[in-house]
């Protein structure tokens, strides 16, 4: 009988209680509060690479339409990514009253007039790094104990997608995937999904409780 082959290591996917849990700890009284919520809203929300995050400029975000215009790194590929209504609103509120304030910390005149989406507090782009550590602070701040970074945001993203019944190339085309074999690898992670839906949909999944 043939064994079946080891699949590669997969990556740790955030439960939507997880992404509530981390999403609740930003303090909304202060300006790095508002920015690291709408932050984390927009990783989750559009499944963003961390470098991608970091280059996000104002002029890329279409609020009409609730899209976002990223530029890949790769090649300088561009592709439209989505934000849900608590993403956009999240960023909004960012915008409007903290991104302003952060970057009246800027002692560089030239580069107070940044059009970076996201600012440190030196008042200038807050780096793909810092965005890095960002997320790792606040998940073990959370207590979550997964390897969690802006990845797994974009792991969680995919996944979730998937689970709630969107086709694989949409996730694909969302995600900047060339290949469609490197989005299929999320069909593998949800396998408690799988489970549940194969017991409350087969006839004979369960055995019937006892009278």
């Known amino acids: 009988m043939l064994s079946p082959k080891t699949s590669r290591l997969l990556p740790d996917v955030l439960s939507g209680e997880e992404i ?6 930003p303090d909304l009284e202060t300006p790095f509060g508002l920015r690291d919520k709408a932050l984390i ?17 104002m002029p890329d975000i279409d609020w009409r339409a609730g899209e976002i215009r990223v530029v890949e790194g790769k090649g300088g590929k561009e592709r439209i990514v989505l934000l849900g209504s608590h993403a956009l609103g999240a960023l ?10 952060l970057m009246a910390r800027c002692k560089n005149t030239l580069a107070a007039t940044t ?6 507090g030196r008042g200038t782009r807050l780096s793909s790094h810092a965005i890095y550590m960002l997320v790792v602070g ?52 949800g396998t408690g999904h799988l489970q549940k839906v ?3 949909a087969h006839p004979r999944a369960k055995l019937e409780q006892a009278t």
């Open 115 to 120: 059009d970076a989406a996201w600012i440190n």
């Open 138 to 189: 606040y998940a073990r701040q959370a207590g979550i104990e997964k390897n969690v970074t802006p990845h797994t945001l974009r792991h969680s993203f995919a996944t979730h997608l998937l689970e709630g019944g969107a086709d694989l190339r949409v996730v694909q085309e969302l995600l900047g995937h060339r290949s469609l074999s490197s989005t299929q690898i999320y069909t593998r992670i």
């Open 198 to 200: 194969y017991l409350e």
């Open 20 to 25: 509530e849990t981390l999403l609740a700890l």
């Open 41 to 57: 809203e927009v990783l989750y929300a559009t499944g963003m690479r961390v470098a991608e995050a970091g280059n996000l400029s």
């Open 92 to 101: 909004e509120i960012y915008v409007k009253q903290a991104r302003a304030v």
